[in-house]
């Protein structure tokens, strides 16, 4: 007849110094030091002869306990010194690590009962298929294209527009702004568009003089700030006319 032993495994040193003080009913505060020590290494000598490796965080916590435990036999030389207990910092970890452990035991509460849960916002709308039967069960096809009709029909009417090219180029301005140079010699700026018909020929008319301006054909001259602007002609018609 074989026997068997169940060990428990715990998560580490002081999730099984936590259990031993909540199953002997250990003052966490007051610790028994020396049976608290003995009970930790029996673990460790039950494990190491069932073959189970334990990390080197259990063999460092039984280092501190015999630490703790050499230190409280030690006699007390400094009576008139406030001794502090050896045992503080271990009372101080263990309080902390039960203090998470507690918090993670809720945590896994809510998690459990939220897995419970299926909120509809959190769904993916994008990747839902849904079925037309559902949304089109007392709709007929009928019904839809003469909806569809009737919008149509209620659509504004559009506007159409008729643009009208208009054929003028830079070399057909230059040459009117020398026709009407030829004989004055100087004019303004003001009196050589009075003619033009719309805004594209007073544009091209424009940039036809700053070619002209930049070849040195004409210059453009202003008596006094705020005065006419005058363009004045550097060649004769024959010139330019050769040289276009």
Known sequence: MSYNVKLDVFEGPLDLLLFFIKRDEINIYDIPISHVTREFLDYIHLAQQMNIH??????????????????????DEKDDEEIEDPRTNLVNMLLEYRKYKEISKQLDKLENKSACHFPVHAMNRSKREYDP??????????ELSSLFKQLLRNMPEPKYYEVEKIDISIQEQRSYIMDRLADTKRMSFRELIRD?????????TFLAILEMVKLDRIKIKQDDVFEEIYLVSNAGEEDFEASA
């Open 54 to 75: 334990l990390a080197g965080e259990f063999l460092e916590m039984a280092a501190i306990l015999m630490r703790i435990k050499s230190k409280m036999l030690l006699p």
């Open 133 to 142: 039967d559902l949304f089109l069960s007392d709709v007929s096809l009928f």
């Open 196 to 204: 033009l018909e719309n805004k594209i020929e007073v544009i091209v």
